[in-house]
């Protein structure tokens, strides 16, 4: 397992952008968001494995892009006209190269997970 950090929540008003860093203490293949609101499940946001390949979730197609710094092992979820359904709390996870190949958005694909950090958008 490696360490994972998340930074850059905060508070915006609908239309608002955030971005959320992870920063990983180690190699890592395969990484995504999750996120996590009050009495819902956690359920995945986007995914990036190591050669770039991203994916994204219907909700938030077009306006979030997940990026990663291969040099700084560190990834990035840009988030751009936030939505208040967009409000949770946000994790990263990731996993190395021998644990992935399976669905990218169960979360039993990773086996580092950050604390979190919350995203609030008010309307």
């Known amino acids: 397992q490696v360490q994972l950090v998340e930074s850059g929540g905060g508070s915006v008003q609908a239309g608002g952008s955030l971005r959320l860093s992870c920063a990983a203490s180690?190699?890592?293949?395969?990484m995504a968001w999750f996120r996590q609101a009050p009495g819902k499940e956690r359920e995945g946001v986007a995914t990036?494995?190591?050669?770039?390949?991203?994916t994204y979730a219907d909700s938030v197609k077009g306006r979030f892009t997940i990026s990663k710094d291969n040099t700084k092992n560190t990834m990035y979820l840009q988030m751009n006209s936030l939505k208040p359904e967009d409000t949770a709390m946000y994790y990263c996870?990731?996993?190395?190269?021998?644990?992935?190949?399976?669905?990218?958005?169960?979360?039993?694909?990773?086996?580092?997970w950050g604390q979190g950090t919350q995203v609030t958008v008010s309307s």
């Open positions: 990036i494995t190591g050669d770039g390949t991203t």
């Open positions: 996870a990731a996993s190395p190269p021998w644990r992935c190949g399976g669905s990218r958005y169960s979360p039993d694909e990773y086996n580092s």
């Open positions: 180690g190699y890592t293949w395969c």
